[in-house]
């Protein structure tokens, strides 16, 4: 079977730092996703880790640990237009399937 | 370059009534999805095309669901007749990937459909 889970609520002061968890169980795994999404718009793409490690982009690294079933996204220097829900999503071998989480509702305050 | 487009953006229907959503992926790209997020859940994958032909359907919830992409172009998600439960956000999503490799997906602003 497959399960993702991660926290449903965060909230975090403007200019801090959060990092997102994401632990996953799935038979076959290509690769992970993390995507951004603001309440009634489409996710958007924010990262894609195959291999374990991290890799930054700007203010947001993702970091991905295969043995572990792992991610986190993290978030530096937080703007209040980062306040949106970030959905961890696995993407399976043998395919195309894509498993997301329920995602995490991020609040920024000031 | 146009994103994923989808229509309508809000429909709101009867139980047992029939309604067609409407996909327009990324020109170019071969390979389509469509998703859906009930109230409160994590978005769920219902199909994928792959140009014209259904790659993987096992996320369809029953036979009332019927999706096409008849040219490979466009894609329609019809629901007959609907029920209560398959009010929520159906979101299409279209990849240029053609490997099997992970690539991102360009997901569109969803039709978020209601069932009274």
């Known amino acids: 079977g497959q399960n993702i889970d991660q926290p449903t609520e965060m909230t975090a002061t403007e200019g801090a730092i959060v990092q997102i968890n994401c632990t996953y169980q799935?038979?076959?795994?290509?690769?992970l996703f993390w995507y951004q999404q603001h309440a009634g718009e489409a996710p958007t793409f924010l990262s894609y880790n195959v291999l374990d490690g991290l890799e930054e982009k700007g203010r947001f690294s993702s970091f991905l640990s295969r043995s572990k079933g792992y991610s986190y996204l993290l978030l530096k220097e937080l703007q209040m237009k980062d306040s949106a829900s970030y959905l961890c999503?696995?993407?399976?071998?043998?395919?195309?399937?894509?498993?997301f989480g329920a995602g995490t509702r991020l609040f920024v305050k000031a | 370059e146009a994103g994923v487009t989808q229509f309508p953006s809000h429909s709101v229907i009867e139980k047992g009534q029939t309604v067609t959503l409407r996909c327009d992926p990324i020109?170019?790209?071969?390979?389509l999805y469509w998703y859906r997020r009930v109230m409160g859940k994590e978005i769920k994958f219902l199909l994928h095309?792959?140009?014209?032909?259904?790659?993987?359907e096992s996320g369809m919830p029953n036979n009332r669901f019927l999706a096409e992409r008849t040219g490979g172009t466009y894609s329609t998600l019809k629901v007959q007749p609907a029920e209560l439960e398959d009010s929520g956000v159906y979101f299409c999503a279209s990849s240029q990937e053609t490997d099997g490799v992970g690539t991102e997906a360009f997901f569109g602003q969803g039709t978020r459909l209601t069932v009274v």
């Open positions: 020109s170019g790209h071969d390979n």
């Open positions: 999503a696995v993407k399976r071998t043998g395919g195309f399937k894509t498993i």
């Open positions: 799935t038979s076959g795994f290509n690769g």
């Open positions: 095309f792959v140009k014209e032909s259904k790659q993987d």
